[in-house]
């Protein structure tokens, strides 16, 4: 149950070394969704920014198109550029919990890697929009629990009480 991101940690730093190492290459970039799409075997769908919801709730990631991929192997993932989301998965967990792993690889759209700012950033516009409680943050709490630490990924914990943290934190970031 821990949210994975599929390469896109990687597709920063191949960008990155390929910026540095190969300047012919420097083009070095991560898929469009269209090529993402193509990968799949054409089973995964684009949808265009500001069509896509979960539960009825309209969600926005600035411009960004959501790939809908239910053969991920994850709940939701992002490339640089766009979002990607598994409803087979996200069909099994509560609509705060939907919105804020939504929100979650948004956050990494801004943000960039770092999990706890992106948890961050998740529980904020969860409460400035209206759709995250306290009640809410407990269940992501639940939904993240089993998840254990590792390098790039603190335990369930520990994430859980920063995000209780950033949640009343009086600034918003
Ligand atoms: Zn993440």
């Keep these: 149950m821990t949210i994975r991101h599929g390469s896109y940690p990687m597709a920063w730093a ?3 070394l390929l910026a540095l190492c190969l300047p012919a290459w420097s083009q070095g970039r991560s898929p469009t969704p269209e090529e993402y799409v193509e990968h799949t075997g054409g089973e995964a769908t684009i949808i265009p920014p500001g069509e ?3 539960d009825g ?3 926005y990631c600035g411009t960004r198109p959501t ?3 239910n053969n991920l192997d994850d709940y939701g993932a992002a490339y640089p550029g766009f ?3 598994n409803m087979k998965y996200l069909n099994r ?3 705060p919990v939907k919105l804020w ?5 948004c956050g990494h759209q801004f943000r960039g890697p770092d999990e706890e700012t992106a948890d961050c950033f998740a529980v904020q516009r969860g409460r400035r929009m209206g759709w995250l409680s306290p009640g809410g ?3 992501i709490c639940k939904f993240i629990a089993p998840a254990k630490g590792d390098s790039m990924h603190f335990s369930g914990s520990y994430r859980c009480e920063y995000m209780r943290q950033c949640f009343t934190e009086h600034r918003l970031r």
Excluded at 101 to 105: A, K, N, P
């Design 14 to 16: 191949l960008a990155a």
């Design 52 to 54: 896509f919801k979960l």
């Design 57 to 59: 709730i309209p969600l």
């Design 67 to 69: 790939v809908i991929d």
């Design 83 to 85: 979002l990607i989301m």
């Design 93 to 95: 967990v509560s609509t």
């Design 101 to 105: 792993i939504y929100s979650h690889e």
């Design 137 to 139: 943050v407990e269940e």
